[in-house]
Each structure stands twice: as C-alpha cells, then as structure tokens.
C-alpha cells in the first residue's frame, strides 16, 4: 500500500543551523505531497505543498522539491529559529483516494538557542 | 479564521466504559475525520465523513464508531474503552475539492485519552 517514511527524531539543532528532515514515499499512482507542522499543544497545521514531479512549495522559509526520480520530498530551511521547535509531518494523497491523507510517523525538531 | 474544536483536552476513563469525543468545525466543511496520533506511528485514519450521515472506514476502525448527525459536528465513540486505545485523537476537517492536491486539513487541537 502507499506510505510515508520520514527520518527518525528527534532532531536538535542550534539556532541559524541548516535543517534537512528526509521524507520518501511509495505509491501507486502520483500523489500530491505534504508537510504539515504540529507546534507544542496545537493541531497540525499545513506548512507547504507540491502537486506534482519537480514542483517546489514553500512556506515561512521552510521549502520541499517534488522529486519523482527518488520518491522523496525532503524538507529543508536554511537558518532555524527557536520558534522552529515543533513536530514535522510529511503526507500524501493520491488522486483517487478522495480526501484521504497517508502521513508519515513525524518528526521532531528542538531548536535551542 | 478557521477553528475546529474538541470538546476535551484531557480524558482519563476506565476500561469498558463507552466514550464520546466530539469535534464541532464552523468552516461548513463537507470532510471531516478522526485520527490517532501515537509515537513512531504518526497519524492513522479511524474514521472520516463526506456528508451528514455519511462515514467511511479508514486504517484502523475497529473498537470505534461514529456519528455525524449535522454538518458542523463529526462524534468519535468507543463502545468498550479498553487499554490500548490510550492515545492522542485529532479531529480534521476540509472543503470537498474537485482535485485532492488541493486538499488542505484543519485540525484541532486534540484529546489527550487515558484509559485505566
């Protein structure tokens, strides 16, 4: 079946670190892909999409390449803040699962100063 | 600005016992779902609901229920509360798209359940 595999945490960084959180992917068809963010005691929240192969979304710094080649969909940010700190969500749908999303097991971030 | 809400934060109940979890969106959103979060696993779908009335199953349904008697409100129900459905549940909600890659899921801030 599709699924979701994302990079064990959690992951700690200094403040103006460089962040890559690997996300790849297996599926049936071409799905849309997605990471949602999960801060300290709130819901999930959408941080950034990409539809299809080689498209980038972006979002608040952060940014994803579609890349059908690897199946991944690596989030990265070039300088992390504190506010960073959260849990990451990597996701797909395909076009034939309706509104269904396959997520990824998350991963955490830790940010310090 | 978009809210979905869940009618607890914290829950502790004890095994065997038949537990609600309500979810109210005021964004008239046609989807709603029902997720569990736990450790390593991310979020599995329980349940989800295309219309009033309407539910579907998704990975994981057994030992649950559901109930959407109005738009707006998409219930989770546990008959028989047992010990391994200790976890975090999230409620969602979206637009019904023509296109799934425009799909965008709001959700709320969960119910943390502890079953004794």
């Known amino acids: 079946g599709d699924s979701v595999t994302q990079m064990e945490g959690p992951v700690t960084l200094s403040e103006e670190a460089f962040l890559t959180i690997n996300c790849t992917y297996t599926?049936?068809?071409?799905?849309?892909l997605f990471w949602y963010v999960q801060y300290p005691g709130e819901g999930l929240q959408l941080l950034l999409k990409?539809?299809?192969?080689?498209d980038k979304g972006s979002n608040k710094g952060f940014e994803a390449t579609y890349r059908k080649e690897t199946t991944s969909f690596h989030l990265e940010k070039g300088s992390v803040q504190v506010s960073d700190s959260a849990v990451y969500f990597c996701?797909?749908?395909?076009?034939?699962?309706?509104?269904?999303?396959?997520f990824g097991g998350g991963t955490r971030l830790m940010v310090k100063p | 600005d978009v809210k979905v809400t869940q009618s607890s934060r914290y829950l502790v109940k004890r095994t065997g016992e038949k537990v609600f979890l309500e979810c109210v969106q005021d964004?008239?959103?046609?989807?709603m779902f029902w997720y569990r979060q736990d450790p390593g696993l991310g979020l599995r779908l329980i349940y989800f609901?295309?219309?009033?009335?309407?539910?579907e199953k998704g990975d994981i349904p057994e030992g649950y229920s559901v109930s959407r008697e109005k738009k707006e409100r998409f219930s989770l129900i546990l008959e028989s509360a047992s010990t391994n459905q200790t976890s975090m549940y999230l409620c969602?909600?979206?637009?019904?798209?023509?296109?799934?890659?425009?799909?965008?899921?709001?959700f709320g801030p969960g119910t943390r359940l502890l079953v004794l």
């Open positions: 969602a909600s979206s637009l019904w798209t023509r296109s799934p890659s425009e799909e965008t899921q709001y």
């Open positions: 599926a049936t068809g071409y799905p849309s």
């Open positions: 990409a539809t299809k192969a080689d």
């Open positions: 996701a797909l749908t395909l076009n034939n699962a309706g509104n269904m999303l396959t």
């Open positions: 964004m008239d959103h046609e989807n």
């Open positions: 609901s295309y219309d009033v009335k309407m539910k």
